[in-house]
């Protein structure tokens, strides 16, 4: 079982910067991918951001330039840097692992945090 809890999350104006991590609890096998999604209301789950099963970080279109992630695996944490916010970048975001376990391919998430991002 892994836990994951994000925090960071608040109001902020648009052109701010927000802060964002996700703590992991319990052990993360490989192969995995780790990632940040994020939801609108009425949305559908969209990607923000994930390290591959290489490793390999990917960014979608939306945030690129704007949004850095980084992880620590030693520390099991990875936070989302949010810079440049826009009103369209209002979501609760989640983080996500995938990975192997024993048993076979395991997906978890975060309860989330919402970001607020006024005009």
């Known amino acids: 079982q892994v836990q994951l809890v994000e925090s960071g999350g608040g109001l902020v104006q648009a052109g701010g910067s927000l802060n964002l991590s996700c703590a992991a609890s319990?052990?993360?096998?490989?192969?995995?991918?780790v990632g940040w999604y994020r939801q609108a209301p009425g949305k559908q789950r969209e990607l923000v951001a994930i390290f591959t099963t290489d490793s390999k970080l990917t960014y979608a279109e939306s945030v690129k330039g704007r949004f850095t992630v980084s992880r620590d695996s030693a520390k099991n944490t990875m936070n989302l840097q949010m810079t440049s916010l826009k009103p369209e970048d209002t979501a609760v975001y989640l983080c996500?692992?995938?990975?192997?376990?024993?048993?076979?391919?395991?997906?978890?998430w975060g309860r989330g945090t919402q970001v607020t991002v006024a005009s």
């Open positions: 319990g052990r993360i096998f490989s192969p995995n991918t």
């Open positions: 996500n692992v995938l990975h192997k376990e024993p048993t076979g391919w395991k997906s978890y």
